[in-house]
């Protein structure tokens, strides 16, 4: 069985405009962790923000929010005020609880964003 | 900082031939991970590191490949001999902490094509 879904494989979005990117996951660990990467045409991963499962809040950073509803197992990455520069491939992953190895990431199979004018 | 550095950026060589991989981690980074990404499997995680000692291998294909990691500064990914279904890209990561709590740092990936 999958751990991370993203049910999107592709999304448009008008420039200026917000976009979610959707991401479940299945642990029965009461602890874990979640993160967003991005991936533009040159490749590179780059780090986009972490939730922890016991965070009170939802993670935010600039124009990145995650909209985190524990209950749904969700964990869906809102972009605010999209560039141009937000087309990219999209990757939810996971971090398992401490029943797991909790070095390691599993990735989801990506979401791929492109924004228009 | 320079990043994490990955060499060569594109590889292409005939099946069974010797293929190494090179990284140099971000200094100062305890963690090094190296991960497969073809688009039928997505992104994988072959193997990774702690202070230059594997922790897990259990994504290492088959044995065709290995690892080392001779000091905190250097890591290499052997694929011998190649064959063309090792065609992906390969990307190696590093983390100050481990990777699961912690920001990875990617390099830029190398362009494998085994033909």
């Known amino acids: 069985a999958q751990k991370i879904t993203q049910t999107q494989p592709g999304m448009f979005v008008q420039e200026k405009e917000a976009v979610t990117l959707d991401c479940t996951y299945d642990?029965?660990?009461?602890?874990?962790?979640l993160f967003w990467y991005k991936q533009p045409s040159s490749g590179e991963m780059i780090f986009l923000i972490y939730q922890g499962s016991y965070d009170q809040q939802n993670a935010t950073e600039g124009r990145y929010s995650l909209n985190f509803q524990k209950a749904r197992k969700s964990a869906n990455l809102v972009i605010s005020a999209s560039q141009l520069g937000d087309s990219a491939m999209y990757f939810c992953a996971m971090r398992e609880g401490e029943s797991y190895n909790t070095d390691k990431l599993i990735f989801g199979t990506g979401t791929r964003l492109q924004v228009f004018p | 900082d320079a990043g994490v550095i990955q060499s060569p950026r594109h590889e292409v060589t005939e099946m069974g031939q010797e293929v190494t991989l090179r990284c140099k981690p971000i200094?100062?980074?305890?963690?090094l991970f190296w991960y497969r990404q073809t688009m039928m499997r997505g992104l994988e995680l072959l193997i990774y590191?702690?202070?230059?000692?594997?922790i897990d291998d259990s994504g290492m294909p088959e044995d065709r490949f290995s690892a080392k990691m001779p000091n905190a500064s250097f890591s290499t990914l052997k694929i011998q001999p190649s064959e063309p279904r090792d065609s992906a890209v390969y990307f190696c990561a590093s983390s100050w902490g481990s990777g699961g709590y912690y920001e990875q740092y990617f390099g830029p990936g190398t362009r494998l094509t085994v033909t």
């Open positions: 642990t029965s660990d009461p602890s874990y962790g």
């Open positions: 200094s100062g980074h305890d963690y």
């Open positions: 590191f702690n202070n230059n000692v594997p």
